[in-house]
C-alpha cells in the first residue's frame, strides 16, 4: 500500500544506494561519465597568468609581500652580476629568456625571498613549480597558491604527462621556472639529494639553470614551526649554467643534476666565508656537502649545530644552511 504524500513527506529519507547495490544509472552498452579533478595534478592555473591576475599579484608583490619579506629575513642579495649576460640579451632584443631558478629547500619562506628577490625581466614573469599534494589539495589552497606565488602543481614523486607539458608551455613562452631540486623542505636542517627534474627540463627545453642557495630562512620558518622568528637571510645567485657545456657532449640529465647540486653546495661555502677561499675550494673539489657528515641521526645534529650558535664538532667547517 502506498502511504499519503504528507506521511511520506515527513519520513526521514534512505541513503541513496550506488551500483551493484542498486540499478545503474547508466545503459550498460554506455561507459560512465568520468569526474574531471579539480584539485591536485589537475587543478587548471592558467587563469592565474592572465592580465588581471598579472596586474593585481604584481601589485601584491611589490607593496605586500617584498616589505614583508624584507621586515622578516633583512634579505643580503648577492651574486645578481652573475645575471648580467642574460639581462643585456634582453635589452638587445626586447624578448626574456626564459631560465629554470634551482634552489635549495628549508622553509615556506624560500619562494617569497626568491620572488622579491628576482630582477628584471624575470620578477614578474616567472611561475613556480609546487607540490601538488601539499599547495594545491583543495579548492582553497588552490587557488591561493595559484595567485599568490603563480605556482603550478607537480608530483614530486614521478613524472606526470601534464606537469611537463604545461610547465615546457610556459617556458616556450618566456616565463621562468623557480623549482626546489629537493623535492620537500629539510627534515633536519641538512640538504637532501637533488632529483633530476631541474636538470631534465633544462635538458628538453634547452633553458639555463641559474643555481641558488639561500641561508637563514630555515631558523626563521622552519619545517613544523608555527611561529615566525625574524631573522637575517642571504640569497646568492649563481652562474647559469647548460647542460651539454663546456664539451660536456654526452652529459644527460642525471649528470647535470650533479653538477647543478655542486654549483649550489659551492655558493652555500661561499655565503659562510670568503669568496677566494671559497672558489679554491671549489676548483679543487674540496667544497663542503649541503647533505652533511653520513652519520646518526644525533650526531648529525650536534655537526649541524643549534640555532643558538653553538659551534660545530665536525671536523670540517660545514657551510651555513639555515
Known amino acids: ?64 609581500l617584498q616589505p614583508t619579506v624584507r621586515l622578516l629575513a633583512k634579505p643580503e642579495r648577492r651574486g645578481l652580476d652573475r645575471l648580467a649576460d642574460l639581462q643585456a640579451r634582453w635589452r638587445d632584443d626586447d624578448t626574456v629568456e626564459a631560465v629554470i631558478f634551482a634552489a635549495n629547500h628549508h622553509s615556506h619562506l624560500d619562494s617569497a625571498l626568491i620572488l ?43 613524472v606526470s604527462r601534464r606537469s611537463v607539458g604545461q610547465t615546457e608551455a610556459l617556458l616556450a613562452e618566456g616565463w621562468s621556472l623557480v623549482l626546489f ?28 639553470v641559474v643555481p641558488i642557495h639561500i641561508a637563514g630562512t630555515g631558523r626563521i620558518l622552519p619545517k613544523g614551526a608555527k611561529k615566525l622568528t625574524p631573522g637575517r637571510t642571504i640569497i646568492t645567485f649563481g652562474v647559469p649554467m647548460r647542460c651539454g657545456e663546456g664539451g660536456r657532449d654526452d652529459e644527460d640529465a642525471r649528470a647535470f643534476a650533479v653538477r647543478v647540486e655542486a654549483a ?30 653520513q652519520l646518526a641521526s644525533w650526531r648529525r645534529a650536534w655537526a649541524l649545530g643549534d640555532r643558538k650558535g653553538r659551534p660545530s664538532v665536525a671536523k670540517r667547517r660545514w657551510p651555513d644552511l639555515g
Not at 613549480?129 to 588552490?142: I, L
Request: proline share 11%; glycine share 8%.
Open 1 to 64: 500500500m502506498r502511504l499519503p504524500e504528507e506521511v511520506r513527506r515527513h519520513l526521514p529519507k534512505r541513503p541513496r544506494l550506488e551500483f551493484p547495490l542498486a540499478a545503474p544509472s547508466v545503459p550498460a552498452t554506455l561507459d560512465p561519465p568520468v569526474r574531471a579533478a579539480t584539485t591536485g595534478v589537475d587543478y587548471d592555473t592558467s587563469w592565474a597568468r592572465n592580465f588581471p591576475s598579472r596586474f593585481a599579484r604584481a601589485a601584491v608583490l611589490d607593496n605586500v
Open 264 to 293: 649550489i653546495s659551492a655558493l652555500a661555502d661561499e655565503a659562510a666565508g670568503d669568496w677566494y677561499a671559497a672558489r679554491r675550494r671549489a676548483h679543487a673539489g674540496d667544497t663542503p656537502v649541503l647533505a652533511g657528515p
Open 181 to 208: 631540486p629537493e623535492g620537500g623542505r629539510s627534515p633536519d636542517g641538512w640538504g637532501q639529494p637533488h632529483k633530476p627534474g631541474a636538470a631534465w627540463l633544462a635538458q628538453r627545453s634547452g633553458a639555463a
Open 116 to 158: 622579491t628577490s628576482l630582477p628584471e625581466p624575470w620578477r614578474h614573469k616567472v611561475f613556480v613549480g609546487a607540490a601538488a599534494d601539499y599547495f594545491f589539495t583543495n579548492r582553497v589552497n588552490s587557488a591561493v597558491s595559484a595567485f599568490a606565488l603563480n605556482a603550478i602543481p607537480i608530483e614530486r614523486e614521478g
